[in-house]
């Protein structure tokens, strides 16, 4: 019988230490270090796996490696398509993350059952039943006759299960263990080595795993951040329970854009992607109360228009308070310098609070002039008029610099009825083709675009 000893493996990296530590040596996350058996396999053991590597596969040159075009597959969910880069690459792993309750299952199960019309698919429920996945099908409404159940948690019985499917869900990761560990399920070594197995299987057979994962009360994927790294995808739903509108982002897609973002909306008989944004980013009393804006903001392959709501509160303490949603919290204490510095605006007994509409995250720095104008709107308490959209990025010296995708969110503004847009002047050429269906005004500095704004008082300080 192998002999086992005890080893400390660290849930954030995968790092292994011989003894309990309070803060990982590698990563320096501290009590994140969890205690596992480790298995040391036998001599004889050892030099099979010594014989068996040395009959492995040869190294060949790039050139004559051949090349394969893999067709997409669709998912039955446009939202989902986008977010996956234009469908389904096979043989490809996509790992969903997101709280409980958020959608995971639903979203999968969908996914299941309008893939099962034309290939064989396998669900396996290391967490429910089949009767209670039979019982989501029907709620639903899913024609599900064609999709094969399975409600087992062990690995290697789910490997021999799988004949000439081309499609697995797992569901989850974290319930699933492998019998050459003698850990408990979802512990550090279980996770990587279930999510290894299944890369194997995956890259060898051509089949694709949908898998789903826990998240850890921070928000981030439960285990070690190995099993991310395995992955081909990863995506997260993100949003409230309560709320019926979820948003799944990709954080990592090697068959596509890491910045795209889907919109689905959860009610009683099943979740569905959201193509029209107009109700979820912008609010029906935008341009009535002073402190909002919209801008045209670029996600992945698409534009959606998103309004900032800002909030100014008289500080009760010294040191003014600065909170942000949706927008990075030192871009915004970035352009609060700004505005002080170049157009004349003191912050600084101001509690200031920011906020993207419908939970969206804006990375772009394309949203800095936008930001700009709904702190100077909620400053003189004067709103922005709601046909009014506005982009560009702001300089430290107060310049507004030109942008990527220009034409693009013009062009979005016309879609969704704005009659003005306020942009950088250098993508006027790019944009001119629209001076006859929107008004454009080019600015050229944060203190231009706030006169425009307010042209009746002297708001700004411009800078040459």
């Not at 099943?270 to 107009?278: A, K, P, R, T």
Request: aromatic residues 6%.
């Amino acid at each position: 019988m192998a002999k086992s000893k005890s080893i400390y493996v660290c849930s954030e990296c995968g790092a292994q230490s011989p003894q309990w530590l309070g803060r990982c040596p590698s990563c320096g996350k501290f009590g994140s270090l969890v205690e596992e058996i480790a298995e040391t396999a036998a001599p004889a053991q050892k030099a099979q796996k010594r014989e068996r590597s040395t009959t492995g596969n040869l190294p060949v040159p790039l050139s004559l490696v051949r090349e394969e075009s893999l067709k997409r597959i669709s998912s039955g969910i446009a939202e989902l398509d986008t977010v996956l880069g234009g469908g389904i690459v096979p043989g490809s792993l996509v790992l969903i993350g997101g709280d409980p309750g958020i959608g995971k299952s639903t979203l999968l199960t969908e996914v299941s059952a309008h893939l099962s019309k034309a290939q064989k698919v396998l669900y396996v429920s290391a967490e429910e039943s089949c009767m209670q996945v039979k019982m989501r099908c029907s709620r639903l409404k899913l024609d599900s006759s064609n999709l094969l159940l399975l409600n087992e948690t062990c690995l290697e019985d789910i490997l021999e299960s799988i004949r000439d499917e081309k499609f697995v869900v797992i569901d989850s990761v974290q319930a699933v263990y492998t019998s050459e560990l003698s850990s408990a399920a979802g512990s550090v070594a279980q996770v990587r080595e279930c999510a290894g197995k299944l890369q194997r299987v995956a890259k060898s057979r051509g089949i694709t795993f949908f898998i789903v994962g826990h998240v850890t009360k921070e928000g981030a994927l439960a285990g070690p951040k190995v099993l991310e790294h395995i992955m081909d995808t990863v995506l997260y739903f993100e949003g409230e329970r309560e709320e019926n509108f979820k948003i799944l982002r990709a954080y990592k897609n090697r068959f596509g854009s890491v910045q795209e973002v889907g919109v689905f909306e959860m009610t009683g008989e099943g979740i569905y992607g959201v193509s029209d944004y107009s109700g979820i980013f912008l609010s029906e009393s935008r341009g009535e109360a002073a402190g909002s804006c919209v801008t045209p903001a670029e996600t992945g392959n698409r534009c959606m228009m998103v309004e900032l709501q800002t909030l100014l509160a008289k500080s009760s303490y010294g040191l003014p308070r600065r909170m942000s949603l949706g927008i990075d919290y030192n871009k915004l204490v970035l352009l609060i310098a700004v505005l002080e510095k170049r157009c004349g605006l003191p912050f600084s007994n101001q509690d200031v609070y920011l906020n993207a509409m419908g939970g969206i995250r804006l990375n772009e720095p394309a949203v800095d002039l936008s930001v700009c104008a709904a702190l100077a709107s909620g400053f003189h308490n004067r709103p922005v008029d709601k046909d009014t959209a506005i982009f560009g990025e702001v300089g430290l010296t107060g310049e507004v610099r030109g942008v990527t995708f220009a034409e693009k969110r013009v062009n979005e503004c016309i879609k969704m009825g704005f009659s003005t847009v306020i942009f950088p002047a250098k993508n006027v050429k790019s944009v001119q083709k629209f001076a006859d269906k929107i008004s454009l005004v080019p600015v050229r500095t944060v203190g231009q675009a706030l006169q425009k704004l307010f042209p009746r008082r002297d708001t700004s300080a411009e800078t040459n």
